[in-house]
């Protein structure tokens, strides 16, 4: 059995959910960034997949596949010190116990 | 537009090309300048204040400048092939970026009246604020799927660093963490959304993607994938506009944030995302064929007039009971966004497609709803630095406490209900009459939701003029900056003159609402070419036979 495009779009959507998922069932903002990180990469490797078995010439999905990781860096390390204030002011990072602006 | 129709490389006039971005240039010079100031000059608050004041003020004058090269259509950059080029410029995106800056001078002039040289941290403050604008500036000027989420990130992130800015504010810690968080999970689906467009598509050009949703929805093909795809960009989107059901971080953020960071996130960043969204909706209209097909983008028209819908009703209601000032116009800043949203409906509609006056509606909506809002939120700024709170109490007796901001402050909360002799009743006039003419169920059901979304919320925003007139519970006298006092009657007035001068405000609106980069000026020879020359990706069976 060769590998072929079916294969990666399968690896991307299980990451894609399994992400989706810590995303709503996580309480900690950490667990969560790790859930966005994994949606982010699973969004590269149909990027890179694509590109690779569905046309020789094609440059946009690497190119865009970088552009995603430059991205993923920036919001976690912003995200990271978000969450570093926030450790500073509550003593927690988890999200139910943030809840002083409600109504 | 001889350089927009280049066919070789050599053919580009790459110095006009540039000209054109030189806005957004202009922009990025001054967050340079901000880095180097302290390093030249110093540190000092009003320092940094005074140098990106002068940025932009720069960008400003090059962007009428710029406003007067694609006043008769638009170019799209530094590309061979037009529908290939990422970024583009024309009436619309100039017209926004001229507000942006407008709106950017406001909100600095508002931070200078309540801060002091001594201020630290001035640099970042103001890095981050021109990075958003930057971000805004972009988000405005593309039909290109990877530039839209890189200029909605580079709007986003500095956003997210600006809500939680106050290092020791507990509020502000909590409210960065939600938006930061609501943020993130949005850009990622987004993100998977349009890898998913790109492998049926084979382009990230939103023009080619429009011919390529029109066509499967015609013929029959697969539909779910792309559907998938499409919604996920959507919630990018409806994300930024602060749309039910992502509105969740917009209270929450813009009560934590600054005052000055809430004004200007309330305005621009809802704004963009609009004009964004309104540009999309365009590329999707022009790739109608004729006007039975019309009928095909139905779910997609029903889909925005129910979020509109929704927004509003749901903004309204929720104000209704805040106690937090603050709150209560982060809510409306929410129903203003769904009076907008129900604007962009109208877009895809046979009767007005392709004519600017939904556009025109939203971007006539967009500036008065940019002075109503620096107006408001600078008085509740002004009472807040004095009073240390942003409760309605704080509120109470205004008119003999500091009757100079009480006036304004009644002025821009009645151009908020939509009033007559305020720009308001203006602004949500033209958006009834495009729905009017839109007519059918939607239109009609929208007209009427509309107005009574209006009557609804004369009865919050009432909530505050009478406690500022009526009552009085015998506080002390307000001490207001002369400048804050200044900033917030200018914009009480630009909102009756513009009232009262509608007829040149239409006349503006309109000038910046036509002659639009759409598919067609994007030369659609090109766009053909372009989804032609990969057959496999446009085959709906390529996935398949990729995968054995």
């Known amino acids: 059995m060769t590998i072929g495009l079916t294969h990666y779009l399968v690896v991307a959507a299980v990451m894609f959910v399994t992400g989706l998922f810590t995303m709503m069932t996580k309480r900690n903002a950490i667990g969560i960034l790790i859930g966005v990180e994994l949606v982010l990469n699973a969004a590269t490797v149909n990027f890179v997949a694509f590109d690779r078995y569905l046309g020789p010439d094609r440059l946009d999905g690497q190119i865009t596949a970088i552009f995603v990781i430059v991205l993923a860096a920036a919001e976690a390390a912003l995200a990271v010190g978000i969450c570093i204030n926030v450790y500073k002011n509550l003593s927690t990072v988890d999200v139910d116990r943030a809840n002083s602006l409600r109504g | ?548």
């Open chain 2, 1 to 548: 537009m001889e350089f927009a129709q280049s066919t070789a490389w050599d053919g580009i006039a790459v110095g006009e090309h540039l000209f054109a971005f030189s806005p957004m240039i202009a922009l990025t010079v001054t967050m340079l300048a901000i880095v180097a100031c302290p390093l030249l000059i110093g540190r000092g608050a009003r320092t940094i204040g005074s140098v990106t004041v002068l940025g932009v003020f720069f960008a400003l004058i090059l962007c009428f400048r710029v406003g007067g090269v694609v006043a008769d259509g638009g170019l799209s950059g530094l590309s061979t092939s037009p529908a290939e080029g990422i970024l583009l410029v024309d009436n619309l995106s100039i017209g926004f970026q001229i507000l942006l800056l407008v709106f950017l001078a406001g909100v600095i002039l508002l931070w200078w009246a309540g801060s002091s040289e001594t201020e630290k941290n001035a640099p970042e403050f103001f890095i981050l604020l021109v990075g958003s604008a930057l971000g805004m500036a972009m988000m405005v000027s593309t039909a290109n799927l990877l530039m839209m989420v890189i200029a909605m990130e580079t709007a986003s992130l500095p956003s997210f660093a600006l809500v939680g800015f106050d290092k020791t504010s507990r509020r502000g810690a909590e409210a960065s963490l939600k938006y930061m968080i609501f943020g993130a999970v949005c850009a990622a689906i987004m993100l998977y959304g349009v890898s998913l467009i790109y492998g049926l598509v084979g382009s990230l050009s939103v023009p080619v993607i429009a011919t390529y949703t029109v066509d499967q929805f015609m013929g029959g093909g697969n539909k779910l994938l792309l559907t998938v795809g499409l919604l996920c960009v959507f919630a990018g989107i409806a994300f930024k506009v602060s749309a039910v059901p992502f509105h969740f971080w917009c209270p929450d953020a813009f009560e934590g944030a600054k005052i000055e960071v809430t004004t200007w996130l309330s305005v621009v960043s809802k704004a963009a995302a609009l004009v964004m969204l309104v540009r999309v909706l365009t590329f999707f209209s022009a790739a109608i064929p004729n006007a039975f097909a019309m009928s095909l983008l139905d779910p997609i028209v029903w889909t925005v007039a129910i979020v509109a819908t929704v927004t509003m009703t749901l903004g309204n209601f929720a104000a209704y009971r805040q106690e937090s000032v603050k709150r209560m116009l982060a809510y409306s800043s929410i129903a203003h966004a769904g009076y907008m949203l129900s604007a962009a409906a109208v877009l895809l509609h046979p009767s007005v497609a392709g004519s600017e006056s939904p556009i025109t509606a939203l971007l006539g909506y967009v500036v008065v709803y940019l002075f109503m809002n620096l107006g408001a939120f600078g008085t509740v700024a002004l009472v807040g630095w004095d009073t240390g709170s942003d409760r309605l109490d704080a509120f109470t007796g205004l008119i003999r406490r500091a009757p100079l901001l009480a006036i304004p402050m009644v002025m821009c909360l009645m151009s908020l209900v939509g009033l007559p002799v305020f720009a308001g009743f203006v602004a949500k006039w033209w958006v009834l009459v495009s729905l009017g003419k839109m007519g059918g169920t939607v239109g009609w059901v929208l007209a009427v939701v509309v107005v009574s979304n209006t009557l609804f919320s004369l009865y919050y925003y009432m909530r505050i003029v009478v406690k500022m007139t009526l009552k009085d519970d015998g506080q002390t006298p307000l001490r207001a900056s002369p400048m804050g006092v200044g900033l917030v009657n200018i914009c009480a007035i630009v909102l009756m003159v513009l009232f009262f001068a509608a007829d040149p405000f239409r006349h503006m609106t309109e000038r910046y609402s036509k002659n639009l980069v759409t598919a067609s000026t994007l030369s659609s020879a090109d766009a053909i070419t372009v989804a032609d020359s990969s057959p496999t990706a446009t085959d709906p069976t390529a996935i398949e036979r990729g995968g054995n």
